[in-house]
């Protein structure tokens, strides 16, 4: 009995340092400065962790450690030059493509599945063209005919 008392002992204080970890990882304020790529953007924590599955939800799980820079800033090794439409995108505004060139609509298709942001990746793809059919039979009361006439 005692042994298990001292076990359920050590477990409780393993749980408090872990949480202790997590609570210093994740920020605490509603605010969250990432540096992406040399720039900074400013956002929520709701807003990156809005999108369940994605990069940010991961990221902000408590479940890995966050290193931040000097300034607070957690800084994020990509091309920042189509992060403001990631981030926009997460906000609940989608990108216009259809006025973007080619080269940008890539570029952003690239960063979304990086980020993990599949409605993203979803949104800007093109559809798939429909598959031809394999079959194309005319049916009868008693017989069925292919285009080709066999059966």
């Known amino acids: 009995m005692a042994s298990e008392r001292e076990q359920l002992e050590k477990e409780k ?21 990432l540096n992406v790529g040399g720039k900074l953007f400013a956002t929520s924590m709701e807003t990156l962790t809005l999108c369940k599955g994605s990069f940010f939800d991961v990221m902000f799980s408590g479940r890995f450690p966050l290193k931040k820079e000097e300034d607070g800033a957690i800084f994020i090794d990509r091309d920042n030059k189509q992060f403001r439409f990631i981030l926009d995108f997460m906000r609940g505004c989608f ?19 990086f980020y993990q942001l599949i409605d993203l990746v979803n949104l800007i793809s093109p559809p798939l063209p429909p598959l031809p059919p394999i079959w194309n039979w005319k049916n009868g009361p008693n017989y069925a005919i292919s285009n080709n006439g066999f059966t």
């Open 95 to 113: 990108p216009l493509v259809q006025n973007f060139a080619k080269k940008d609509i890539d570029e952003l298709k690239v960063e979304a599945e």
């Open 13 to 33: 204080e393993e749980w408090a340092q872990a949480t202790h970890r997590i609570e210093k990882s994740v920020p605490s304020s509603g605010m969250v400065k």
